[in-house]
């Protein structure tokens, strides 16, 4: 019903950039909050930002002050603005979007996409 899919991710050096994107496609009515999620290897999947579709923006205490979470609705799309990025930065990371579809009804749909890589060398 509701696809999310990642890009952006890579390998890059300590104190580097990347920007992720979040493309959702699907029987979409509207998008409430679009979020980032990681994990990394042998730890718990942890909150990385959000955005809700007209509030403010809630990040981790990790990546505050390095990290930006920006979206389009017009495009149903989240990205997220990766600078100075650490050797602890690096996970999976994974786009969440909580989407209210028509499937008979109206109803909330809590859609992940199947995650992108970054690595972070020091």
């Known amino acids: 019903q509701v696809q999310l899919v990642e890009s952006g991710g890579g390998l890059v050096q300590a104190g580097g950039s990347l920007r992720l994107s979040c493309a959702a496609s699907g029987s979409i009515v509207n998008i409430n909050v679009m979020g980032w999620y990681r994990q990394a290897p042998g730890k718990q999947r942890e909150l990385v930002a959000v955005?809700?579709?007209?509030?403010?923006?809630n990040y981790a205490d990790s990546v505050k002050g390095r990290f930006t979470i920006s979206r389009s609705n017009a495009k149903n799309t989240v990205y997220l603005e990766m600078n100075s990025l650490k050797p602890e930065d690096t996970a999976v990371y994974y786009c969440?979007?909580?989407?209210?579809?028509?499937?008979?009804?109206?109803?909330?749909?809590?859609?992940w996409g199947r995650g992108t890589q970054v690595t972070v060398s020091s």
């Open positions: 955005i809700p579709s007209g509030g403010t923006t």
């Open positions: 969440n979007a909580q989407v209210l579809i028509l499937d008979g009804r109206l109803k909330t749909y809590d859609a």
